[in-house]
């Protein structure tokens, strides 16, 4: 049997070897294309070369593109393991030829592929055309043979591809494989005329020849292109000869795994087989989107994540399984598809953790989400209701987060349905209120503050890369008020745009440089510089002397030395991130930055905080590169030419045609728009200062080099001297010498606390003097001098002992005007009254409330002027 594995690199193979540049599939993120949640087609990464945007260097191209359907127009979730056919994560074989070849040779191709690599049997083969292509028709029975009988013409809606309402479209030809009469779904049972399985379309070949200018009008493409797509799991289901998907090799590996840690057998239960195959896919899904820098979270990508991860879950539950399981299923996903994409091999271990971290989470919260949302469903039906109010979907997932898709998978089954707009309103009512408390900083976005200048086409060239002073026009003058002025004079603040400035605008995690701007009219200090569009840059200036007039020329010049420390930091920090990625793992990467001259703030994608030797690995790891004085050495190069050379891009960024690529050779290389020093060197030293968590999977480092980073360590210094000189310890005795002191406070506060339950005690031989009967009950009311509730409890023990029968209520004030209060009822008495009940009037007295078993209750309040009123409404409930 031909394994996935082998047809996925077959296909690869046959398309090299007739001309194809194999290219690696992109992220599940797309790179370029803002409009997409996640890639849904082998095509989307070359949107841009279709569109004669972009020139790949290459007239044929052949991938395997990972994909994910689980939004919009492509939403399949609800449908997985349900069928044979759904995923959310599925492989796109795909063939492409940008103006290269068209029709004859993409059918011939697939032609050959099928029947010759791979040996599918010609006679179950058909193929589908659109309406009007002729030349489709004639072609498939040139190339393949095909009887006119073999041959389907089909309309727009299953065989005409468009990009969208304009832009590149044209016919399509699908392939399509005969499973056999016996799957027939009847007598009409035919391709263009029902659904069924037994005409499967399993290659899809789109003929780009037109492009859309608008709704009437299409035209011609110069150069045709061709754009296909075949899945893996569909054709590896032909091949290996199985009815679904979810049977080939691929899956019933992954399923295999969920099947064993359940204890159940694949294909024993319908119900267990379908969580089975929710499991299979959702583990390919978390594992892929993991490995390409997807976290968990509340909204956007992460979302979708995080509904995938508690879908298993829920379907998990359904076979038995209540401890994590997903991150054992995630771990096979890399055993089986590891070699065909070494990102997972790479993010092995962070994934698993953060799938681990997810699992545990949740599992609390699935177990609340599930008993409230069955409480309810039991009152809907005996209530006779057949629909789930938007207020409670919603209050399920705002208090537990509890996703809106499991409240219908389990509610369907009984069936019941959820108001999903409901759901929806209260969504959005919620953000409405949260949009209206928020009052915001106050501060103006620089887009914002210069929209007119952008609108206008103002630019001001950067040359801050080469120089560090320049003279220029100054060609704008913004007020703080952010309105256009001819000049801005001593004493007052605004912005300076000037036609060429060697100031770094803030940009990419790097703070603005300052420095000072001086005409023959005045002089400014430059207190920070923006960007305020890709090629705008707006100082932020403060007229110190005379003014600072619109249209004359300014020297401007940036603050070498702040500068220096900005470029130490930011070097640093790529150096950071190799050792990271080095010490912890290839998981790891670049969540966000911040690169000012006296420190540097690095947050990075990882589960755990970091072990004292893991940085102390990385702060060596740095060290070391510094010490090497290695060269920094800049480049611009096309963006494709920068990644084959291995430069990192940093995740979610949107990168032009070019980038700069900033490289410490052997060490570090990375796309970089920032300001840089010229040997690693220059940085003098490198010291992490902290690490902590900032969100789910993230972590932040703080650190600092050179001069501050002298700085940091002599003030490091003095507290360690000071804590000595405090101990009166002398060097390389401070821990032992301050872990004796924690031993002797702590055998203090144990004897202190000792001391006071002793005296607790102790007063009650005297406080028996107040023992009175009222109704025939023996009460006992006392104020206690007890430090701690522990003391005061100690002394209710001992007065329990000397009055066997009766109500005891003691009473003690602490520090901070607390109070504390005990009662306490014999269970002789419980007939007639209990500690609780006694103790809730009481506790009213002193501004509080309290609770507890019948035999002894506790209560706390803040007002100790009404311990006596207490006493007095216990006596007075006793009395009846």
């Known amino acids: 049997m031909m394994t996935a594995n082998e047809i996925r690199a077959k296909f690869l193979e046959f398309f090299v070897a007739n001309g194809h540049q194999q290219v690696a599939s992109s992220p599940l993120v797309p790179r370029e294309d803002p409009s997409l949640l996640f890639t849904n087609a082998g095509m989307v990464q070359f949107k841009k070369v279709f569109l004669g945007q972009d020139k790949p260097g290459y007239k044929r191209a052949t991938t395997s593109q990972k994909c994910l359907r689980v939004g919009g127009k492509h939403n399949d979730l609800e449908n997985v393991g349900r069928t044979a056919r759904h995923h959310t994560f599925f ?14 040779d993409a059918i011939r191709f697939a032609w050959t592929f099928l029947t010759e690599v791979i040996g599918l049997d010609k006679s179950r083969l058909y193929a589908t055309v659109y309406l009007d292509d002729d030349e489709a028709h004639g072609l498939w029975k040139k190339v393949a043979g095909l009887s006119d009988e073999r041959i389907y013409r089909l309309g727009e809606k299953d065989n005409f591809w468009s990009m969208g309402d304009t832009g590149p479209c044209g016919p399509c030809s699908e392939i399509m494989y005969d499973r056999g009469a016996e799957i027939a779904c009847g007598p009409n049972c035919g391709i263009g005329t029902c659904d069924c399985d037994r005409f499967l379309e399993i290659w899809n070949l789109v003929f780009m020849q037109y492009d859309q200018i608008d709704k009437e009008t299409r035209v011609a493409l110069p150069r045709p292109s061709i754009d296909t797509g075949m899945g893996l799991e569909r054709i590896a289901a032909v091949v290996q000869g199985v009815h679904s998907n979810f049977d080939i090799d ?95 091999v790479a993010s092995r271990e962070f994934m698993e953790r953060v799938v681990r971290e997810e699992e545990e989470r949740f599992g609390v919260t699935l177990d609340k989400g599930l008993a409230i949302l069955g409480e309810e469903l039991d009152r809907m039906e005996a209530a006779g209701e057949k629909t789930i109010t938007g207020q409670f979907a919603f209050k399920l997932y705002d208090t537990y987060g509890f996703p809106l898709d499991i409240v219908n998978d389990v509610a369907g089954k009984r069936g019941i349905v959820a108001d999903e707009d409901g759901y929806r309103a209260s969504m959005a009512e919620q953000k409405a209120r949260a949009k209206k408390a928020w009052k915001g900083s106050g501060e103006t976005d620089p887009a914002v503050l210069f929209l007119e200048l952008l609108e206008s086409g103002m630019k001001s060239r950067f040359v801050g890369y080469e120089a560090l002073t320049a003279q220029s026009r100054v060609n704008a003058l ?55 569009g890709p090629e705008l840059t707006a100082h932020h200036i403060k007229v110190e002397a005379g003014e600072i007039l619109l249209d004359q020329e300014a020297e401007l010049a940036v603050d070498t030395a702040t500068r220096m420390a900005t470029a130490r930091n930011h070097t640093a920090t790529h150096l950071l991130h190799k050792a990271l990625k080095n010490v912890l793992g290839g998981h790891v990467n670049q969540a966000g930055s911040l690169v000012a001259p006296d420190r540097l703030r690095f947050d990075f994608t990882h589960v755990s905080a970091m072990t004292p030797e893991e940085l102390a690995r990385v702060e060596d790891e740095v060290n070391a590169a510094i010490l090497l004085d290695a060269p920094v050495v800049t480049e611009v190069l096309p ?242």
């Not at 000071?722 to 310890?729: D, F, G, I, S």
């Not at 803040?862 to 009395?879: C, L, Q, Y």
């Open 639 to 880: 963006i494709e030419a920068a990644r084959s050379k291995g430069a990192t891009a940093l995740f979610g960024e949107k990168y032009g045609d070019e980038v700069r690529v900033v490289e410490v050779p052997g060490v570090s290389m990375e796309f970089c728009g920032g300001t840089h020093l010229s040997a690693t060197g220059q940085a003098g030293s490198f010291l992490i200062l902290s690490e902590a968590g900032v969100a789910a999977g993230t972590r932040r480092i703080e650190a600092a080099t050179g001069l501050n980073a002298l700085a940091q360590m002599r003030a490091m210094r003095g507290e360690r001297d000071e804590a000595l000189h405090l101990v009166k310890a002398r060097p390389g005795e401070l821990v032992g010498r301050v872990k004796k002191l924690q031993d002797e406070i702590k055998a203090l506060g144990k004897e202190k606390e000792q001391l006071a339950a002793k005296l607790a005690s102790g007063q009650g031989r005297d406080l028996l003097s107040g023992l009175e009967e009222i109704g025939g009950v023996k009460v006992l009311c006392a104020k206690v001098d007890a430090p701690n509730v522990k003391a005061l409890r100690e002394a209710m023990d001992d007065l329990r002992s000397k009055v066997p029968s009766g109500v005891v209520a003691i009473a003690a004030e602490q520090e901070g005007g607390k109070v504390s209060l005990i009662v306490a009822v014999s269970k002789d008495l419980h007939g007639r009254f209990t500690a609780p009940a006694l103790i809730k009037d009481a506790a009213a007295a002193v501004g509080g409330s309290g609770g507890g078993r019948p035999d002894m209750a506790q209560a706390g309040g803040t007002n100790p002027a009404g311990i006596d009123e207490a006493f007095s409404r216990v006596k007075a409930a006793v009395a009846g």
């Open 478 to 532: 913004i007020s703080a008020e952010g309105q256009a002025v001819e000049r801005l004079t001593a004493g007052e603040t605004g912005y300076m745009v000037s036609a060429v400035t060697p100031f770094y605008g803030e940009s990419g995690g790097q703070a603005g440089d300052v420095g000072k701007v001086s005409t023959l009219t005045g002089d400014a200090a430059v207190t920070g510089t923006v960007k305020a």
């Open 91 to 104: 492989e796109m074989l795909g063939n492409f030829s940008f103006g290269d070849y068209f029709k004859e």
């Open 250 to 344: 691929l899956f019933q590996t992954i399923i295999a795994t969920a099947a064993s840690i359940a204890k159940v057998a694949y294909g024993d239960n319908d119900e267990h087989d379908t969580a089975l195959r929710v499991i299979g896919d959702h583990s390919r899904s978390v594992a892929f989107l993991l490995a390409d820098g997807v976290m968990p979270s509340n909204e956007g990508r992460g979302y979708v994540l995080r509904r995938l991860i508690r879908r298993a879950l829920r379907f998990g539950k359904l076979i038995g399984l209540s401890d994590p399981f997903l991150f054992k299923t995630a771990g096979t996903v890399v055993d089986v598809m590891g070699d065909a994409y070494p990102e997972l």
